[in-house]
């Protein structure tokens, strides 16, 4: 074997390793990776929290199991991420046809000392018919994002008179079983966001077949 075909089985042996290195990070570390599973919602089933929707009945994770869910944190008095959702949500909604009335639609307040049964009902009611609001308790509301691995935050305002709520601003996918099924990000564009909220239906569909 001469000399030039020494160095061009070496330069290929070189070059599948350096593939072989890189989709392994990818996979591993990069942008391919999955989110670590300690960071991943716990299944419904395995959340444990209780509250009050917007009509004072009481809810919890196991309500939402048998049907897709979409839920989503945030606060009444907030002044353009959780409205923008909520829209935004309306609108994925009435893409979905008469699907939406077979999935579970939940906005849950982070700000429970503002957001009473009163305030959400009122609040809810700007926005598409099947979304719910549920608040609790400060302690309830700590187990429901401990469950759901979201976070919350209060701010005081500049004046120091006041507050805000720092929020994830994610709206969390879970299929009938009560299995995550991904997220939705903050302004992600329609035709993302239906295929994603389908996908949880064809989880369904597929269970009864």
């Given at each position: 074997m001469n000399r030039r075909t020494l160095i061009t089985?070496?330069?290929?042996?070189?070059?599948?390793?350096?593939?072989?290195?890189?989709?392994g990070w990818w996979q591993v570390d990069g942008p391919g990776a999955p989110a670590p599973v300690a960071?991943?919602?716990l299944p419904l089933a395995?959340?444990?929290?209780?509250?009050?929707?917007q009509d004072g009945s009481s809810v919890g994770p196991a309500t939402l199991l048998g049907q897709p869910t979409m839920a989503f944190f945030g606060f009444t008095f907030c002044p353009d991420v959780c409205p923008t959702t909520l829209s935004d949500i309306s609108g994925w909604l009435d893409?979905?046809?008469d699907d939406a009335a077979e999935m579970n639609v939940v906005f849950i307040t982070v700000d429970p000392e503002?957001?009473?049964?009163?305030?959400m009902s009122d609040y809810i009611s700007y926005f598409h018919p099947s979304i719910q609001g549920w608040s609790g308790t400060p302690?309830?509301?700590r187990r429901a994002t401990d469950g759901f691995?979201?976070?919350y935050e209060k701010v005081p305002t500049d004046d120091g008179d006041d507050y805000t709520m720092?929020?994830?601003?994610?709206?969390?996918l879970f299929d009938a079983e009560g299995q995550f099924a991904g997220t939705i990000d903050y302004h992600e564009p329609r035709e993302f966001a239906v295929p994603k909220i389908r996908q949880a239906f064809e989880q369904k569909r597929e269970d009864m077949s």
């Open positions: 089985y070496g330069a290929i042996g070189s070059g599948m390793l350096a593939m072989a290195l890189f989709i960071q991943r919602p395995r959340m444990e929290f209780q509250m009050v929707d893409d979905l046809g503002r957001d009473t049964v009163a305030v302690d309830e509301t691995r979201a976070r720092n929020h994830t601003a994610s709206v969390f």
